[in-house]
């Protein structure tokens, strides 16, 4: 206290001019509206900016709850648009319906936590498991396009063998004419890939579209791949050397859907019975 009051007591002249300094400051502004009405608007300008400031601070820090809502939201709505793609059957065994269709699939947001994108063995690692029910073998997208496919899971992560991959062979076709061919992945770019055995006889040309085949079952088919980079046919030869652009971009990736067909297991069931 008694330092306080030394205080004030050696800088009595400064804080008596700042007092009369604010007096006289409120004394011209609250008199004058013009100045009053400009004083208000500076304030609430700089207040507005503030908010504005910590709404954005608050907006970056919510970004992951966001994102991840949408990828739920997302989910649900591949599930239900393969819902309505199919149609109903009745089992007579049990006298129960079951809708039963090629476009019957389920799908698991799930979030990049681990990446290699730039090195020959490229993968990915998923922030889902077992106890989310991801399995080996299942396929994995993005909203742009396919990514890979799990090669090996525990009960909380999931190892993703992506597309840029050379042990990756991805079983594709041309949207136009329908004719299927394999992606191989040449280790150059991430960006690009090989579609194989392309007979020479198909009309095929920059810019096409290239989808899943869903022959294998492990995508919806007509999952895109990418488009038609380069198309090149020599004489004498009995495919196309095409390059494809890939549309899944996977430097930054975060967000993914893992995809379950149901059915699979029926499918490659019968495959065991091939003589």
């Not at 013009?34 to 208000?40: A, I, K, L, N």
Request: charge should be negative.
């Amino acid at each position: 206290m008694h330092s306080l009051l030394k205080f004030i007591q050696q800088h009595s002249n400064f804080l008596i001019f700042l007092c009369l300094e604010v007096v006289a400051f409120l004394l011209f502004f609250f008199s004058n509206p013009f100045q009053r009405s400009g004083m208000w608007s500076a304030a609430n300008s700089f207040t507005a900016l503030l908010n504005e400031g910590a709404g954005a601070v608050s907006g970056y820090f919510s970004l992951g709850k966001v994102n991840s809502a949408l990828a739920e939201e997302n989910a649900r709505l591949l599930e239900e648009n393969a819902r309505l793609s199919g149609f109903a059957e009745r089992d007579a065994e049990t006298d129960s319906t079951y809708l039963y269709s090629h476009l019957q699939w389920q799908f698991t947001p799930a979030k990049v936590v681990d990446a290699e994108t730039r090195t020959m063995h490229n993968y990915l690692v998923l922030n889902k498991g077992s106890r989310d029910g991801i399995t080996v073998g299942q396929g994995v997208l993005s909203h742009s396009g396919a990514v890979g496919v799990v090669s090996g899971v525990n009960s909380h992560f999931a190892l993703v063998t992506p597309v840029i991959h050379p042990k990756m062979n991805l079983s594709c076709r041309l949207a136009k004419s329908g004719d299927t061919g394999f992606l191989h992945w040449q280790g150059t770019s991430a960006q690009y890939a090989a579609l194989t055995d392309i007979a020479r006889h198909v009309p095929v040309a920059e810019g096409d579209t290239v989808v899943t085949s869903g022959l294998t079952g492990l995508f919806p088919e007509g999952v895109l791949v990418g488009v038609i980079d380069r198309a090149e046919l020599k004489d004498g030869d009995t495919y196309y050397t095409l390059r494809v652009q890939l549309s899944a971009g996977f430097a930054g990736l975060r967000y993914v859907q893992v995809v379950r067909n149901p059915l699979k297991s029926l499918q490659d069931s019968l495959l065991r019975e091939v003589p």
